[in-house]
């Protein structure tokens, strides 16, 4: 043992920590989060009692990666698609939650006298909520199907998509030491160039890579390519400036949109968790109780921050978002807490070396103290929002009612607006791949062209094949809504919008005219007239271009079909809920969706016996049956067990449905022990009433339920049954079935047991 290396010491001293806190913990009842947290602090130098870690250095390179690990499984959890769909209460909600607790954590900083990056990177940390700590709040506290819990949740992926953006954000900021307004732009614009490139190329590329190879993709190759994939868009990331986290995050999101993705994070999940435990060990592990001793007022005063910070700004943005009162507190006061991001962009801070050591054991301790207190505040909301409308004045109460209810009539959208839209959207879109097709042409493609062929030829090959790599997507960028219902509408409903809408064709020509020029001219010192003249000659083939149309065309189509495979296979499973889901007409009604457990009750029974809308309220519209979908089911249709039924009713009815469900899923110990099946054995003798009967004329399993497995007859030998041959004498007849039919059925006959 004295040649062990300190690593794998310390990887055990770690891992046996966490494995007793985690048990701990589990036993607790609380998040395992704070487990590792606490197993750090044993496993650190800061505990005189316990052995300590020798090479923390080592640790650091683990946790990295450890890092890396949640952030691609986050990723993977994550969808681009999602934003969209969690809708504008979401967004509003978020956004207004996150700019209003960095201000409020830049204030606390600055009042006591904290240096401004540490004023800053403390605003970063309480502004993101726990997704992980809320999730299993919501578990433990049975409110998962709850109305209000949906909204918490889209509040969360949007915090977490705008958690990597800040952390980029703070890393800019880090390493120039300055806030200068223009540097910012910068960051941001670069930010969602390369967020925008990585993404449709990704989706293009990789979901056709997988399809290709899906015969060749057993899990352990699946979890390799992965795996592969991500530490490559990691190695990208760092060397385009951007951290290795986020680039992990990229490479989750992308995989998030294949068909593949569950299969991906089941592979990925015990690697994630190892790593990640590592990761909270080593934060954990920088907690100095000294230290938090010098800090206790900070603390409590940024745990009050916290949570009265979280509840107010979060009630505050979901009423913005033109939701009830009752609601809007609800979604407040369960963001009362921070987690994993806190401690990630601390240690962002403390490796970028812009913030004090002191910042990262407060942070700790504040997330300990929230995360405990989180159960009680998500308990506290209903009582809360029912005193403060008991004290509301009438007129402010009047005033929330009707903008909460004017908030969701529906505004359609104009026809310009719809256009407009879509046309930015596709020219920033392709902008960006012509872009990039550019910059790595002539960062590679033209100087090997020069090399291999002498003079003008090298440029001349250069032009023609980044030119041609260009066309599909400018003529895209030209042609693109020219025919589309919108356009010709505007076209023919008014003379006046004709102006405008030739506008936006000259613009997007003039667009690709200048691509087309930039290249020209970096290859060739020729007039600007000749280079124009040629840009526009360039430009008229293109558009007439039939081949080019159709190439312009599948490239695009085959994007789409990648970024809806997951669409596409969840319809045809019948796993994706109605469009419906998230427009009932009543705020009190919403979906829910549950399984019907294989010893259910109610398993067997059709929904007229069940009654389950005169018995619980609740209606059934869909039973999902492995790869079917059966709508709006009529009374007369069956349950079966693993049945997904999606029900409507209000949170109080799905509250006692579940409980009822539960109900008629306990199993009867006494039940189980009667219908256990055994195999036994009998002699066939001269008085036996089987005597000279066939199987089916004896009525074994008939009557008495049992199964003839074998004969034995001659010399031990066991043959199968014949069901036309009858029983003779000296034949021993294995049966199996129900011990009571069992022994019923060894009362006619001489009985052996085997």
């Known amino acids: 043992m004295s040649d062990l290396a300190p690593l794998i010491s310390d990887l055990a001293l770690i ?192 979901p056709l890579f997988l399809r290709k190879c899906r015969k060749l993709m057993s899990d352990e190759t699946l979890l390799i390519v992965a795996l592969a994939l991500c530490f490559g868009m990691v190695v990208l990331a760092a060397k385009t400036g951007f951290s290795a986290a986020f680039g992990a995050f990229i490479m989750g999101s992308i995989l998030a949109e294949t068909i593949d993705a569950e299969r991906i994070e089941r592979l990925v999940m015990p690697v994630k968790d190892l790593f990640g435990a590592i990761f909270f060990v080593s934060v954990g592990m920088m907690v100095d109780p000294s230290m938090i001793a010098d800090y206790a007022v900070p603390i409590l005063v940024i745990t009050l921050a916290v949570i009265m910070g979280q509840a107010l700004f979060g009630t505050l943005g979901v009423l913005l978002a033109g939701q009830p009162l009752k609601t809007a507190m609800q979604c407040g006061f369960s963001l009362t807490q921070i987690g994993e991001f806190a401690f990630i962009i601390a240690s962002l801070g403390v490796s970028l070396h812009v ?76 902008s960006i791949v012509c872009v990039a097709v550019v910059a790595l042409a002539f960062r590679f493609l033209v100087p090997l062209c020069r090399e291999s062929l002498p003079g003008i030829w090298g440029s001349l090959l250069a032009a023609v094949l980044i030119i041609l790599c260009l066309s599909p997507f400018l003529r895209a960028i030209m042609i693109k809504k020219n025919h589309s219902v919108e356009f010709a ?45 040629i840009a526009f000659l360039l430009v008229v083939l293109m558009i007439l271009s039939r081949q080019l149309k159709r190439q312009s065309i ?70 999902l049956r492995g790869k079917k979908r059966i709508n709006i089911p009529g009374a007369s249709v069956r349950l079966f067990p693993e049945d997904k039924i999606q029900v409507i009713a209000t949170d109080a009815e799905l509250n006692v449905f579940g409980k009822a469900m539960d109900q008629a899923s306990v199993m009867d110990n006494d039940v189980v022990e009667k219908s256990e099946t055994i195999l036994r054995q009998f002699r066939i003798d001269e008085d036996s009433p089987f005597l000279g009967k066939t199987i089916r004329d004896a009525g074994i399993r008939d009557k008495f339920h049992c199964l003839v497995v074998g004969v034995e007859r001659e010399e031990n030998v066991l043959r199968a049954p014949d069901p036309k041959e009858p029983f003779l004498e000296g034949d021993i007849v294995w049966i199996v079935g129900e011990s009571k039919d069992v022994y019923r059925l060894a009362g006619q006959s001489e009985y052996e047991e085997d």
């Open 554 to 623: 599948l490239i695009e189509r085959r994007f789409f079909q990648n970024l809806r495979s997951r669409d596409i296979q969840a319809e045809y499973l019948g796993e994706k809920k109605p469009q419906y889901a998230g427009r009932l007409l009543s705020k009190d009604l919403h979906l829910a969706d549950y399984v019907i457990p294989g010893e259910s009750l109610w398993a067997g029974k059709t929904l007229a016996d069940l009654n389950l809308g005169k018995q619980y309220g609740v209606h059934v519209v869909s039973i």
């Open 15 to 206: 891992l046996i920590c966490a494995g007793i806190m985690t048990l701990v913990f589990k036993k607790l009842k609380q998040p395992l989060v704070l487990g590792y947290v606490v197993a750090g602090f044993l496993a650190s130098p800061h505990m005189p009692f316990t052995p300590s870690v020798m090479e923390q250095a080592s640790v650091k390179v683990w946790a990295d990666i450890g890092v890396i690990f949640l952030l691609f499984a986050l990723g993977l959890e994550f969808s681009f698609k999602k934003i969209v769909k969690v809708g504008g209460p979401a967004v509003i909600a978020a956004c207004t939650v996150i700019f209003c607790m960095i201000m409020l954590g830049i204030g606390v900083g600055s009042a006591f006298g904290w240096s401004q990056m540490d004023s800053l990177f403390l605003g970063g940390m309480i502004a993101m909520s726990s997704t992980t700590i809320i999730y299993k709040a919501f578990d433990d506290l049975g409110l998962r199907k709850k109305q209000f819990t949906s909204l918490v949740l889209s509040i969360l992926i949007l915090e977490d998509i705008l958690a990597i953006v800040l952390m980029v954000m703070l890393s800019t900021m880090a390493v120039r030491h300055n806030f200068e307004g223009t540097q910012m732009l910068e960051s941001v614009a670069k930010l969602l160039f390369f967020l925008i490139l990585w993404f449709v190329v990704g989706i293009y590329v990789i």
């Open 355 to 430: 913030t004090g050591q002191f910042l990262y054991p407060i942070v700790v301790a504040v997330s300990v103290i929230t995360t405990f207190l989180t159960p009680y505040m998500i308990r506290f909301a209903e009582p809360a929002s029912n005193y403060v409308d008991a004290h509301l004045p009438e007129r402010w109460r009047n005033f929330l009612s009707r903008y909460a209810s004017g908030s969701h009539t529906v505004n359609h959208e104009s026809l310009w607006k719809k256009l407009i839209v879509a046309l930015l959207r596709i020219t920033l879109v392709y």
């Open 489 to 533: 509408t505007l076209w023919k409903a008014d003379r006046s919008n004709r102006a405008p809408l030739v506008a936006t064709i000259v613009l997007r020509v003039l667009l690709a005219v200048g691509f087309l020029m930039f290249v020209i001219s970096g290859l060739f010192q020729v007039s600007v007239g000749l280079v124009l003249g």
